[in-house]
């Protein structure tokens, strides 16, 4: 069975939730379970709507916090669905200016 969002909606995959680092040596600090900061998170877009006209499967959305379902599992994968309005920018390309350093579940983490 797949997945087929309706209308406009947006399914995505590889939700970004660790504690990052960018190249640069700053950390963005995971906001999960506390109440500190507001930030967005990367994820992959797995499929979208037929009225979906900005967003393809495969891109790379930036997302505004909370603007994401809790998730949900469906055939061993975990899917968000994302609010068209919340994504702020989009990429084909993985993003590759931060690196998970490991605090969500099945994280690797780098050693200092």
């Known amino acids: 069975m797949k997945l087929k969002p309706i209308r406009d909606n947006v399914l995505a995959i590889k939700g970004d ?8 040596g700053l950390i963005i600090k995971s ?12 994820f ?15 891109m790379w ?10 998730g949900f599992t ?5 899917y968000w669905q994302l ?12 993003p590759q200016n931060t690196i998970n350093i490991g605090v969500h579940e099945g994280a690797q983490k780098l050693d200092r």
């Open 17 to 24: 939730f660790g504690d990052m680092e960018t190249q640069a």
């Open 31 to 42: 906001n999960i379970g506390t109440s500190e900061g507001i930030t967005p998170r990367w």
């Open 74 to 78: 469906f055939e061993e994968e975990k």
């Open 44 to 58: 992959q877009i797995a499929a979208v709507g037929p009225e979906q006209k900005h967003l393809e499967p495969g």
């Open 83 to 94: 609010d068209p309005n919340g994504c702020l920018a989009a990429s084909w390309d993985e």
């Open 61 to 70: 959305v930036y997302v505004e916090h909370g603007r994401w379902t809790e």
